[in-house]
T-cell receptor, first 119, second 117 residues
Framework: AQKITQTQPGMFVQEKEAVTLDCTYD???????LFWYKQPSSGEMIFLIY??????QNATEGRYSLNFQKARKSANLVISASQLGDSAMYFC????????????????FGKGTKLSVIP | EPEVTQTPSHQVTQMGQEVILRCVPI?????FYWYRQILGQKVEFLVS????????KSEIFDDQFSVERPDGSNFTLKIRSTKLEDSAMYFC???????????????FGPGTRLTVT
């Protein structure tokens, strides 16, 4: 079974509109973390936002917010006021704490969503 | 702002040749990682490294791969005898050791695109 599922291979959004990128995860570890990374066409991986499994509030970072629904095991990324520079691949990733050998805390990634912002 | 650097940005090699990909993690980070991303696919974990030894490795990281921290700043990934299927973007990442509240955030380098012909 996939640990991270991103069901939207591609999304389009009008500039200045908000967009939600979906991510569901599968773990039985009670302690985990969820990350979103942006990968522009240049290829680098840019950290956007983080949510810990015990965090009571949804994470926010500027125009990015994470809609964390623990019971549904979803961690959707919301981008408000989309800009042309937001066009990129977006990856959801998870860190599982108990299943990580010697504190490795490696990340498991989803397949990504390609976001295109239309002027 | 400190960043992870990787060299070269693009490496072309012939099948069967050895390649070494280099990374300079952020200076006060103590955990290092290699990930790879085959074109158009998701990023996959290869190996993590701490205290001069491998902490964890995936099934992808077979005997053809090795990692080393040859000095206080570099972290390398060696592929002994490259295959066509090793063609991918290879990302190095590092993180600080979290004490107290921490995100365990991994900082990624810009990647090395390896092309095996």
């Amino acid at each position: 079974a996939q640990k991270i599922t991103q069901t939207q291979p591609g999304m389009f959004v009008q500039e200045k509109e908000a967009v939600t990128l979906d991510c569901t995860y599968d773990t039985s570890d009670p302690s985990y973390g969820l990350f979103w990374y942006k990968q522009p066409s240049s290829g680098e991986m840019i950290f956007l936002i983080y949510q810990g499994s015990y965090d009571q509030q949804n994470a926010t970072e500027g125009r990015y917010s994470l809609n964390f629904q623990k019971a549904r095991k979803s961690a959707n990324l919301v981008i408000s006021a989309s800009q042309l520079g937001d066009s990129a691949m977006y990856f959801c990733a998870m860190r599982e704490d108990s299943y990580s050998g010697a504190g490795s805390y490696q990340l498991t990634f989803g397949k990504g969503t390609k976001l295109s912002v239309i002027p | 702002e400190p960043e992870v650097t990787q060299t070269p940005s693009h490496q072309v090699t012939q099948m069967g040749q050895e390649v070494i990909l280099r990374c300079v993690p952020i200076s006060n980070h103590l955990y290092f990682y290699w990930y790879r991303q085959i074109l158009g696919q998701k990023v996959e974990f290869l190996v993590s490294f701490y205290n001069n030894e491998i902490s964890e490795k995936s099934e992808i990281f077979d005997d053809q791969f090795s990692v080393e921290r040859p000095d206080g700043s570099n972290f390398t990934l060696k592929i002994r005898s490259t295959k066509l299927e090793d063609s991918a973007m290879y990302f190095c990442a590092s993180r600080r050791l979290a004490g107290g509240v921490g995100t365990y955030e991994q900082y990624f380098g810009p990647g090395t695109r390896l092309t095996v012909t």
